[in-house]
C-alpha cells in the first residue's frame, strides 16, 4: 500500500473533518460520532490475529473498495517539491498465498513521473465472510533513475511477526478505528473513520455518500492524511494535512468489459 496508532476523535478531530469536507464542495452529514474505543472487532496496533484461510476469499464486493480483477483506477498526485505523478492502480487476475494461509488478491500499483517508473508495487488483499476487506502485505520497488532501488516497506503478513490489518472495514461508522497494517518498524499504518455520507468533486466527476476516513504512521506520528471513498467506485482523493502535503485525486476509473 503507497504511504498515505490508534486515534482518538475529539471536539477539534470532528473541527478539523468539518473544514476539510467543506473545502472539498462537501456537506457536512455526519451520524453522530461513536466512541473512539469502538473497534468493532477489529485488528488495533500490533496486537497479533489467527486468521481461518478457509474465511476469506479473493471475491472483494466490499462496497467502498469493490477490487474486481481488471478494475483500474488512474490518480494524479501531487508532491510536496510540486512534481507530479501517474498513478495506476489495477485489480489483476493474480493470486498469491499469503504466509499465513489466506489466499489474497494481487493489486498493481504503478507510480511514474512522465515516462520514469517511480514504484511498482504489488497489494495482497481478501475480504472475510463479514465484508471486511483485509490487506495482507506488499512487494513494493522504488525506481531510481530508472533501474529498481530499496525495497523498503515491504512486508507479508505471517513473515517476521508481521500481522494482517483491514484496509476496509464491513461495517463502518464514525469513530471505528482499525490497523491497517503492521510490520514493526517497516509499516504500522491505521485508520478511523470519521464520517459517511460526504460528498467530494476530483477529476473524475462528482459523488456523495462518500466515506471520509484519516490515516495515521506509527512510524511518522506527525503524518495525517484525510481519505475519501466513493460507494461503487473505490478510493477517489488523498489529502495530506500533516507531514505531507500530497494530493491525490483519481482522474480515470474503468471496469474489465
Not at 466512541?35 to 472487532?41: H, L, M, P, Q, V
Not at 505531507?244 to 480515470?252: D, G, M, N
Request: glycine share 10%; hydrophobic share 40%; aromatic share 8%.
Amino acid at each position: 500500500m503507497r504511504e498515505s496508532t490508534r486515534t482518538q476523535i475529539t471536539a477539534a478531530a470532528v473541527c478539523i473533518t468539518v473544514a476539510a469536507a467543506l473545502a472539498v464542495g462537501g456537506k457536512v452529514t455526519h451520524a453522530p460520532a461513536a466512541s473512539a474505543a469502538d473497534t468493532g472487532g477489529l485488528p488495533q496496533g500490533g496486537e497479533p490475529v489467527q486468521l481461518n484461510p478457509a474465511d476469506f476469499s479473493v471475491n472483494i464486493t466490499n462496497p467502498y473498495w469493490p477490487m474486481a480483477p481488471g478494475n483500474r483506477w488512474v490518480f494524479n498526485e501531487r508532491q510536496p517539491d510540486g512534481s507530479r505523478e501517474r498513478v495506476v492502480m489495477t485489480v489483476t487476475d493474480e493470486t498469491k498465498k499469503i504466509a499465513n494461509g489466506v489466499t489474497a488478491r494481487v493489486v498493481r500499483d504503478v507510480a511514474s513521473q512522465g515516462r520514469k517508473l517511480a514504484e511498482v508495487t504489488d497489494d495482497w488483499y481478501a475480504q472475510d465472510a463479514a465484508g471486511n476487506v483485509w490487506y495482507l502485505g506488499e512487494a513494493t520497488t522504488e525506481y531510481v533513475n530508472g533501474k529498481p532501488g530499496p525495497t523498503k516497506g515491504s512486508f507479508e503478513a505471517g513473515v517476521n511477526g508481521a500481522q494482517a490489518g483491514v484496509i476496509m472495514p464491513a461495517k463502518p461508522a464514525p469513530g471505528l478505528s482499525y490497523r491497517q497494517e503492521f510490520s514493526k518498524g517497516q509499516a504500522e499504518d491505521s485508520a478511523v473513520v470519521l464520517a459517511l455520507g460526504e460528498q467530494a468533486q476530483v477529476p473524475f466527476g462528482h459523488f456523495r455518500n462518500v466515506l471520509l476516513s484519516k490515516d495515521l504512521n506509527g512510524l511518522k506520528p506527525t503524518f495525517v492524511e484525510y481519505k475519501f471513498f466513493a460507494r461503487g467506485i473505490g478510493p477517489i482523493m488523498t489529502l495530506g494535512v500533516s507531514g505531507t502535503r500530497v494530493r491525490e485525486e483519481l482522474i480515470r476509473f474503468s471496469r474489465r468489459r
